[in-house]
């Protein structure tokens, strides 16, 4: 099992920037690729911004140039910096990884999610 913990959301102003973390614990010798989904207020989970094992990144297009997604000094530890971020940008963030057995067999782990809420 892999457990996940986001940390580092909160309240900014818009044009603020803001730092997540997610810190994976337990089987992470298989994680594979690490991401960020979001969920804003009425709205369905989305696709945010991924890194692979080999740091491949990639993000929706409507945060690139803005939010950039890094290892956080481990392979099991992955941030998200977030700049000019705007009111659209208010949601729940969860972080996501995805681990490779041996035998190829794929599974997803989810954190808890941290609330960003991006107003004046």
């Known amino acids: 099992q892999v457990h996940l913990v986001e940390s580092g959301g909160g309240l900014v102003q818009p044009g603020g920037s803001l730092r997540l973390s997610c810190t994976a614990s337990g089987n992470i010798e298989n994680i594979y690729g690490m991401s960020w989904y979001r969920q804003p207020p009425g709205s369905q989970r989305e696709f945010v911004a991924g890194i692979t094992k080999g740091g491949v990144t990639n993000y929706v297009e409507f945060v690139k140039g803005r939010f950039t997604i890094s290892r956080d000094g481990a392979e099991h530890t992955v941030a998200l910096q977030m700049n000019t971020l705007e009111t659209d940008d208010t949601a729940v963030y969860y972080c996501?990884?995805?681990?490779?057995?041996?035998?190829?067999?794929?599974?997803?782990?989810w954190g808890q999610g941290t609330q960003v809420t991006v107003s004046s």
């Open positions: 996501n990884a995805v681990t490779a057995t041996p035998a190829r067999t794929l599974e997803e782990w």
